[in-house]
């Protein structure tokens, strides 16, 4: 079953523009990752937040986690054209196998 | 990318054939990752490996088998068993089991 669940499932904004994706997930983490996907490819790793962690940048990224909320955002400021893609958050599975467990994915299309 | 090879790029399989994927990492990373991606869908683990000579069924093992002989190399076979093989398939790697994830370019099996 999917842990993460991103809002929305599809983004369209003009270049220059910032976006703003959400993640909402179930159960208790130590971290929370983000990962973006170009189609047809593997997926990048972004960004990792951990659960004592409130905020966190990494240039036009940045991510907020809310664990009273069991909710993650990820906003990219100054959008430009290329980062048109799929964008997924991921979290541990706990118990005794802890593996992460990806979202069903915002396809982000920036329009020139 | 990174360090972690995938081959072939696209694959087709005809009914009742096995077909092995490879994937290749020179990360010296312990742990291993398949999964399965579906068009439009979000990632769902086949099998993963945490140390060579050991390996896991994750959520969708079902017609599929893996091996792990060397800490490099972790190919899955779907066998004729998995009857809707037709799907994008992405391997991983990482350092440990929640740590951040590596990931290949992605082969394309398509069924003739």
């Known amino acids: 079953s999917q842990q993460g669940e991103e809002d929305p499932q599809a983004l369209s904004i003009q270049e220059g523009e910032n976006a703003t994706m959400n993640c909402s997930y179930k159960?208790?983490?130590?971290?929370l990752q983000w990962y973006r996907q170009n189609s047809g490819r593997g997926l990048v790793h972004l960004i990792l937040i951990r659960s004592n962690e409130r905020e966190k940048h990494s240039g036009r990224l940045r991510v907020t986690l809310d664990t009273s909320k069991k909710s993650s955002s990820l906003l990219i400021t100054a959008s430009r054209a290329a980062d048109t893609a799929s964008y997924f958050c991921?979290?541990?599975?706990?118990?005794?196998?802890?593996?992460?467990?990806f979202g069903t994915g915002t396809l982000l299309a920036v329009q020139p | 990318d990174g360090g972690i090879t995938q081959s072939p790029k696209y694959l087709f399989r005809k009914e009742g054939q096995n077909v092995t994927l490879s994937c290749e990492q020179n990360?010296?990373?312990?742990?291993m990752y398949w999964y399965r991606q579906d068009p439009g869908q979000g990632l769902r683990l086949i099998y993963y490996?945490?140390?060579?000579?050991?390996?896991q069924k994750g959520d969708i093992a079902e017609g599929y088998s893996v091996s792990r002989e060397k800490k490099e190399s972790f190919p899955l076979t779907v066998t004729s068993a998995q009857k809707n093989p037709t799907a994008f398939y992405l391997c991983?790697?990482?350092?440990?089991?929640?740590?951040?994830?590596?990931f290949g370019p992605g082969t394309r099996l398509l069924v003739l």
């Open positions: 991983a790697s990482s350092l440990g089991i929640q740590e951040t994830q590596y």
């Open positions: 159960t208790s983490i130590n971290n």
């Open positions: 990360l010296n990373h312990d742990a």
């Open positions: 991921a979290t541990p599975r706990g118990g005794a196998t802890n593996k992460l467990i």
């Open positions: 490996s945490q140390i060579v000579n050991d390996f």
